[in-house]
């Protein structure tokens, strides 16, 4: 039966070429908008990580919630020993703590409401590769009374690096408390709402203004992003529920689910459209190359093979192509790919972002097993029907196609 089957697919060989095209090219489709999908997905997931929140952050509990209000109440105190503790993991890149502050920022003519963190200037540069600099230059840790600025805010108060600021805080004995400081950079993270108020200042100088040696958050970097939630689960079960509170990137970043929500709703609708067309295309191909063929099927049956035999020939028959199929697609869709992550596909920002970047497509082996399978079923399903229907055809009038 397989010998038979494979020498008619080589004997036909415009409909099986006309067949395997139709394959070939809804497979390419699927791996290239399946890897595309969970390109957009991973870049905007380390845009968020590399610009703002990390991959964990280990808070007081109930910081999240309340701290905004007052974060002096949810300090972490013993700082060197929650880090050394965290930094022993295999897994971790690098720990660092932040200080969450809100106040009045003025530029000398007016005050602007903002949102500050009190960061260790060389361990955040590192984390940050996500975060584009668009005048000046990041905090360094020798700047004691440098300040970066989110563009949006930058923008509004008119001010560039070289121009001096005043901050104004409470402490946290509810004391107002100022600070002069030199703006050396201004930043785009990947929200304009965060960069329309956002300031960051060495740890040291917070710690300073708010009169305090803790920190409200200890940031953890990871060498693999694919590492947070086995990391996340270990750091839970060191540290008491009841005292500390650890959250992800994705619990950090509500705006990340929801962006993803949206896109897999937008490409779910494509890919739907691209998985139609090769259904169609191959149903289509099939249905020509069984029923122009009644003729060669009418002959086997008067010569005495059994329709349930001519059943399973055109069924083996196409099990061939689609796998061959399949794999052509694959391999194509593959070298399509690689071509074009190596000249990159350009994209506007996101919602709620600033920055635009460059698209690839992912080659991941979920994505690559879907769409040969989608191809290889595809194939073999539409033989099915009109395999059926080719076999009640009577042997009279299946020979009568011979003329």
Same mark, same amino acid.
Not at 40 to 60: K, P
Not at 91 to 114: A, C, E, H, P, W
Not at 384 to 400: E, K, Q, S
């Given at each position: 039966?397989?010998?038979?089957?494979?020498r008619?697919?080589?004997?036909?060989?415009?409909?099986?070429?006309?067949t395997?095209?139709?394959i070939?090219?809804?497979?390419? /489709?699927?791996? =290239?908008? &399946?890897g595309?999908? @969970?390109d957009?997905f991973?870049?905007? +997931?380390? #845009?968020?990580?590399?610009?703002?929140?990390?991959?964990?952050q280990l808070t007081?509990?109930?910081?999240?919630?309340?701290?905004?209000r007052?974060?002096?109440?949810?300090m972490?105190?013993d700082v060197?020993?929650?880090?050394?503790?965290?930094?022993a993991?295999?897994?971790?890149?690098?720990?660092?703590g932040r200080?969450y502050f809100?106040?009045?920022?003025n530029?000398g003519?007016?005050?602007?409401?903002?949102?500050?963190?009190?960061?260790?200037?060389?361990?955040?540069?590192?984390?940050?590769?996500?975060?584009?600099i668009?005048? /000046?230059r990041? =905090?360094? &840790?020798?700047?004691r @009374?440098?300040v970066?600025l989110?563009? +949006?805010? #930058?923008?509004?108060?008119?001010?560039?690096?070289?121009d001096?600021?005043?901050?104004?805080?409470n402490?946290?004995?509810?004391?107002l408390n100022?600070?002069?400081?030199?703006?050396v950079?201004?930043?785009?993270?990947?929200?304009?709402?965060?960069?329309?108020?956002?300031?960051?200042?060495?740890?040291?100088?917070a710690?300073?203004?708010?009169?305090?040696?803790?920190v409200?958050?200890?940031?953890?970097?990871?060498?693999?992003?694919?590492?947070?939630?086995?990391?996340?689960?270990?750091l839970?079960?060191?540290?008491?529920?009841?005292?500390?509170? =650890?959250?992800?990137?994705?619990?950090l970043?509500?705006?990340?689910e929801k962006?993803?929500?949206?896109y897999?709703?937008?490409f779910g609708?494509?890919?739907l459209?691209?998985l139609?067309m090769?259904l169609?295309?191959v149903?289509?191909?099939?249905?020509?190359t069984?029923?122009?063929?009644?003729?060669?099927?009418?002959?086997?049956?008067?010569?005495?093979d059994?329709?349930?035999?001519?059943?399973?020939?055109?069924?083996?028959?196409?099990t061939?192509?689609g796998?061959?199929?399949?794999?052509?697609?694959?391999?194509?869709?593959?070298?399509?790919?690689?071509v074009?992550?190596?000249?990159?596909?350009?994209?506007?920002?996101?919602?709620?972002?600033?920055?635009g970047?460059?698209?690839?497509?992912?080659?991941?082996?979920?994505e690559i097993?879907?769409?040969?399978?989608?191809g290889?079923?595809?194939?073999?399903?539409?033989?099915?029907?009109?395999?059926?229907?080719?076999?009640?055809?009577?042997v009279?009038?299946?020979?009568?196609?011979?003329?």
């Amino acid at each position: 039966m397989f010998k038979l089957a494979l020498r008619n697919v080589f004997r036909q060989k415009v409909r099986t070429a006309m067949t395997l095209a139709a394959i070939v090219f809804g497979v390419v /489709g699927l791996v =290239l908008s &399946g890897g595309f999908v @969970q390109d957009v997905f991973i870049q905007l +997931g380390e #845009a968020v990580i590399h610009s703002q929140s990390g991959h964990l952050q280990l808070t007081r509990s109930g910081f999240f919630k309340h701290g905004s209000r007052a974060p002096h109440e949810y300090m972490i105190d013993d700082v060197a020993a929650v880090k050394s503790s965290i930094a022993a993991l295999r897994q971790v890149d690098d720990v660092m703590g932040r200080i969450y502050f809100s106040g009045l920022l003025n530029n000398g003519k007016t005050d602007l409401s903002i949102i500050g963190e009190g960061v260790e200037p060389d361990r955040e540069s590192r984390l940050g590769t996500h975060i584009v600099i668009t005048a /000046g230059r990041q =905090l360094r &840790g020798d700047d004691r @009374q440098g300040v970066m600025l989110g563009e +949006g805010l #930058a923008r509004a108060a008119r001010l560039v690096p070289g121009d001096q600021v005043t901050i104004l805080l409470n402490t946290a004995d509810g004391a107002l408390n100022t600070a002069d400081f030199v703006v050396v950079g201004v930043f785009q993270s990947y929200s304009k709402e965060f960069d329309a108020r956002a300031v960051r200042i060495p740890l040291a100088a917070a710690q300073s203004l708010l009169t305090t040696s803790g920190v409200n958050a200890i940031v953890v970097s990871l060498k693999q992003t694919t590492d947070t939630e086995a990391v996340g689960a270990r750091l839970a079960q060191g540290f008491d529920p009841t005292i500390f509170e =650890l959250l992800t990137w994705q619990q950090l970043n509500d705006f990340y689910e929801k962006t993803v929500v949206l896109y897999k709703r937008q490409f779910g609708v494509l890919q739907l459209i691209v998985l139609l067309m090769v259904l169609l295309s191959v149903a289509n191909s099939v249905n020509m190359t069984v029923f122009e063929r009644v003729g060669e099927f009418g002959t086997m049956m008067a010569l005495g093979d059994r329709p349930e035999h001519v059943f399973r020939l055109v069924i083996v028959e196409n099990t061939i192509v689609g796998l061959v199929g399949g794999l052509l697609g694959v391999a194509l869709g593959i070298v399509l790919a690689l071509v074009i992550s190596a000249i990159g596909i350009p994209m506007p920002p996101p919602p709620n972002a600033n920055l635009g970047y460059t698209a690839l497509i992912r080659i991941l082996p979920q994505e690559i097993a879907t769409a040969f399978a989608v191809g290889f079923i595809a194939t073999v399903g539409a033989s099915i029907l009109p395999a059926r229907r080719v076999i009640r055809i009577p042997v009279v009038d299946a020979l009568r196609q011979c003329v």
